[in-house]
Nanobody
């Protein structure tokens, strides 16, 4: 069992930046893929970005070129750097640990979820 705790959310103006952090209670290298999802009000949870054990990264089209996922295996931490944010990026952002490899993108089927962190982008 692993616990995932997100932090770093908040209110930001459109065009600004935020960095989300996901801290894991156990080793993240035991998972094939670490991912970020988000859920906007009234919408389904959607995949945003993923990073495989080899460092291979994947993004959904809506965030390509603006968001960057990274990990620090020694600290069991995953980051999501969000640049040039837009009002449509407003959502609760969740960290997820997946046993499927990044090759399965976008069908990741997370095994563990964090509790989420709210990101609100004002126009």
């Amino acid at each position: 069992q692993v616990q995932l705790v997100e932090s770093g959310g908040g209110l930001v103006q459109a065009g600004g930046s935020l960095r989300l952090t996901c801290s894991a209670s156990g080793s993240i290298v035991s998972f094939s893929t670490m991912a970020w999802y988000r859920q906007a009000p009234g919408k389904q949870r959607e995949l945003v970005a993923g990073i495989g054990r080899t460092g291979l990264r994947k993004y959904v089209d809506a965030v390509k070129g603006r968001f960057t996922i990274s990990s620090d295996n020694a600290k069991n931490t995953v980051y999501l750097q969000m640049n040039s944010v837009k009002p449509e990026d407003t959502a609760v952002y969740y960290c997820a640990a997946c046993s499927r490899t990044i090759i399965s993108w976008p069908s990741m089927t997370p095994n563990y979820w964090g509790q989420g962190t709210q990101v609100t982008v004002s126009s």
